[in-house]
């Protein structure tokens, strides 16, 4: 952490006092803290803390700083920007870029790393406009680290504590570390997305992917230096700013383009939930309904992954495979079949997957390595794979 510039955003929750704990380790680890304070926040501890604590200055108001525009010079001055506590208020702030004070005016300004530490009220942390705030954010690669389950200010139990100083540092280093080095100016290509099999001009066969683990991937790869292509099947998630996108709707519109694409990567990730089937006729005017049932006969679509793994050369090939049973030994299957060097298993039996904020990923390696990734936002596991990958492909080279 030696000389590493965090910007600590402190909102009003009861567990602001444990922003002060995680100053002074961070302080003591030998990184320059800036804190800026909502006026909330100060309602439950006080600046002299903060500033007792950094040896620096503590921000509260857009107004009383000496310079007039303190938001842009901290988010600028900074490598990464975390909000510990952040409260609804401010996940609902950022989610929706509003900014009206000095805290949600410097977030929004940032183009930094950003990380939340949410912690609230467990009936407030679990409210749709909550979670939906929090997927808002974890769609744009905003790291959230989740709150633990335990005793809250209320007296009751529930989840809504603020994450263990461990696992809120744990966070720090992994975005700043991200930066490594190994993808710098590496050819990536990442397909991502579902496809949809057209019955007729209005209906199709396709299935719950969002493509937002890909979408994670792509803007983690760029962040990193890496020249990345992204093979995006239909979805409604915005490919990250600045990635080179090519939009697809079926397999064979997929396959043609990973295999234009991807073939000659340095690291090609196949995150796509590729339709297996599609109809074996389409018709080019809508499919008038009658009363009798209708049979629909499905043809086989082409392997993507199997058939990049056939002519893989030097690319470090790394596929996903969903189970719900059998996990690993599936995988480890999948990963001897279509030639991969490793495979992100992805437990879709626990509510995770498919759609979801949070995402429990085990990576398996050819040489018989496993890592675990843990759970987390798409966007944390999404950085700690593309770690743990290039471990690999540095070892490899
Ligand atoms: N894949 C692909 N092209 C396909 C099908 C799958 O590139 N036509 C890729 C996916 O992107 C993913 C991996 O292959 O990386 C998944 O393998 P798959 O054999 O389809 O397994 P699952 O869909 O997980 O499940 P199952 O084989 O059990 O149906």
Do not use: C
């Not at 030696?2 to 600590?8: E, F, M, N, Q, S």
């Not at 506590?85 to 609902?92: K, R, S, V």
């Not at 298993?345 to 949070?358: I, L, P």
């Amino acid at each position: 952490m030696k000389d590493t510039r965090v910007l600590l955003g402190v909102t009003g929750g009861i567990a602001a006092y444990k922003a002060a704990a995680l100053t002074s380790t961070l302080v003591q680890a030998g990184a320059i803290v800036d804190v800026i304070m909502t006026a909330e926040a100060e309602r439950f501890i006080t600046p002299l803390t903060f500033s007792s604590l950094t040896a620096r200055p503590v921000y509260t108001s857009l107004w009383d700083a000496p310079e007039r525009i303190p938001h842009i010079r901290l988010v600028r001055e900074a490598h990464v920007v975390i909000v510990a506590p952040a409260t609804a208020n401010i996940l609902g702030k950022l989610a929706n870029g509003v900014a009206d004070d000095l805290l949600s005016t410097a977030l929004l300004a940032a183009r930094i790393p950003i990380i939340v530490a949410p912690a609230m009220n467990s009936a407030m942390y679990e409210h749709p406009e909550t979670q939906a705030h929090l997927q808002t954010l974890s769609e744009r690669g905003i790291t959230i680290v989740a709150p633990e389950s335990g005793f809250l200010a209320e007296r009751e139990s529930g989840v809504g504590r603020l994450a263990s100083e461990e696992r809120l540092l744990d966070a720090i280093r992994l975005v700043i570390s991200s930066g490594n080095g190994v993808l710098r100016g590496k050819r990536v290509a990442i397909t991502a997305g579902p496809t949809r099999e057209p019955m007729d001009p209005i209906r199709h066969l396709s299935n719950a992917s969002t493509g937002a683990m890909g979408i994670a991937l792509a803007r983690e790869a760029t962040a990193r230096g890496a020249e990345v292509t992204l093979i995006l099947g239909p979805t409604a998630l915005l490919p990250p700013a600045g990635v080179r996108t090519i939009r697809v709707v079926t397999a064979q519109q997929m396959f043609d383009a990973a295999i234009a694409d991807a073939t000659g990567a340095d690291l090609t990730i196949a995150s796509a939930a590729v339709a297996d089937w599609r109809p074996a006729e389409q018709s080019a005017q809508k499919l008038k309904k009658s009363d009798a049932d209708l049979n629909v006969r499905m043809v086989r679509n082409p392997d993507i992954l199997k058939t990049l793994g056939e002519r893989k050369g030097g690319t470090f090939l790394v596929g996903f495979a969903a189970e719900t049973q059998a996990h690993e030994e599936n995988a480890l299957e999948k990963l001897r079949n279509k030639n991969l060097d490793a495979i992100a298993v992805n437990d879709v039996s626990e509510e995770r997957g498919f759609g979801t904020v949070e995402n429990k990923l085990t990576l398996l390696f050819a040489g018989g390595e496993r890592e675990e990734l843990g759970t987390g936002s798409k966007p944390l596991l999404a950085a700690r794979m593309l770690d743990a990958i290039a471990k690999r492909m540095e070892a490899a080279k």
